[in-house]
């Protein structure tokens, strides 16, 4: 596999420009291949550094994941990161996939060992001839093809790490593997971000970490989403919210003022950009996108 010509997506995303990507899922059926193809055609004039297309637990939307990257290679302006994970893959498999994508012309990857079969909190099952960390996927996508890999990061740490200092480690190992960037899981506060930039830098981990960002649309779905990744909504989001739970439009407003507040916080703060997770709708985003003043 070769990568295109010009700057690598570190140099990209470190251009001296803010960087802002966008990530989408798999769609499951007809309505949502529309959906997501009309968020794709209303993002890509803000000229994304990349779009990430999701993976299923334990590969289950592989083909759909890779027709949909490779589309999106070939019928858009868009660089497409394609999300990879360890789970249920043995080296044989994932060699296939790698193979697919490269037909795809698909050369940049997001290295994630994934959520257990049996999901979030779940014990982890091992597979036979597979992987078992995200820094062993890093290294066996750099020892085979010659891609841009980034990795994942986690503000408040890992919800399976023993320590925030242990989750810094398991960072470093990702970047020693040849990893070149990292976005982390939707940030709930600024502070915790930085903490996390500071802990990287501290050991040496330099390569930019891109903080996620999921636009607050809906209390019980955001909560949702944060106790699947073992937090807690921060208290002063909850305080601001929460009174507007029986009126959804005027907590869909408070909840993007919140998350433009965030983002302007994280931008201020020298964050290098913003990954935003679409849901594979457009319209949050571009709302957060006029709030910041930034244009097409």
């Known amino acids: 596999m070769t990568r295109g010509p010009g700057r690598s997506m570190r140099e990209l995303i470190e251009s001296g420009e803010k960087s802002f990507s966008f990530e989408f899922f798999p769609p499951k059926d007809e309505a949502g291949e529309e959906r997501l193809w009309r968020a794709i055609t209303e993002l890509e004039p803000y000229r994304p550094t990349f779009v990430s297309v999701t993976y299923g637990a334990g590969g289950s939307s592989r083909d759909t994941t ?9 019928e858009t302006s868009l660089t497409p990161v394609a999300h990879l994970t360890c789970v249920g893959h043995s080296r044989a498999e994932l060699l296939e996939i790698l193979d697919a994508y490269k037909d ?46 980034g990795i994942a990061a986690f503000p408040e740490g890992h919800v399976n790490s023993e320590s925030l200092e242990h989750d810094a480690q398991v960072l470093k190992a990702k970047a020693d593997a ?22 990287a830098r501290a050991i040496g981990v330099d390569m930019p970490i891109i903080p996620g960002i999921m636009p607050i649309l809906s209390l019980r779905s955001m909560n949702r989403m944060v106790e699947l990744s073992g937090r807690v909504m921060p208290r002063e989001v909850t305080s601001r919210l929460e009174p507007l739970a029986e009126t959804p439009d005027l907590l869909r407003a408070e909840g993007i003022r919140i998350s433009t507040e965030l983002c302007d916080e994280l931008l201020a703060g020298g964050a290098p950009g913003l990954h935003f997770y679409t849901l594979n709708f457009s319209r949050a985003t571009r709302e957060i996108f006029q709030a910041l003043q930034i244009t097409v």
Request: hydrophobic content about 45%; glycine content about 10%; cysteine-free.
């Open 178 to 199: 040849g990893a070149e960037f990292a976005v982390t899981e939707m940030v709930l506060r600024a502070s915790d971000y930085f903490a996390l930039v500071e802990r």
């Open 66 to 74: 890779v027709r949909v990257t490779g589309r999106i290679a070939t």
């Open 104 to 149: 795809a012309g698909v050369d940049h990857f997001l290295a994630l060992r994934g959520d257990p079969p049996g999901g979030p909190h779940t014990e982890w099952v091992s597979t036979d001839d597979g992987l078992e960390y995200a820094s062993e996927l890093v290294a066996f996508i750099k020892e085979h093809y010659d891609a841009a890999v």
